[in-house]
């Protein structure tokens, strides 16, 4: 009887270890995982704001029609450095799922696309600039999309 006792508490004791080792083990994921997703919203917001500033210093060369050209193709060219755009980006392809970093890629190429016609020598109501600018919103606007599918994922 005794012998019996001892089984059943030893028994109760595993079961209550197991249990908690199983919980501690669901906490400790979830909690990473939150940790994760929230490093990961931090990296993206800092891509997005980097192409957006990129981007606004890219449009503020298209509208300086009074300046020399070589002087609004280096500012444009300056952008994408000044703010940082490469490393952000490669920040976030380390981090994202790698479909969210094609796309990234591709709104990066399509800023840069957007950069070299204004270097080019073309104006914002130009339409080479005109449809550039379009193309690099509809990356980014895709970006955004593949970014918040990413972040709600569990």
Known sequence: ????????TLVGALIGVGSTLATDRSR???ETGERDRETLRTVSAQFLEALTEARDTISDASRSGHLPADERAGLARAATLTHGVHAKQYQLELLAAPEVGRIARDASYRLLL??????AGHLRDDPECAEARRAFREARQSLMTAMRTALTRP
Do not use: S
Request: aromatic fraction near 18%; proline fraction near 0%; glycine fraction near 0%.
């Open 114 to 119: 957007y950069r070299d016609v204004v270097v």
């Open 28 to 30: 400790w994921r979830r």
């Open 1 to 8: 009887m005794e012998w019996t006792a001892l089984v059943a």
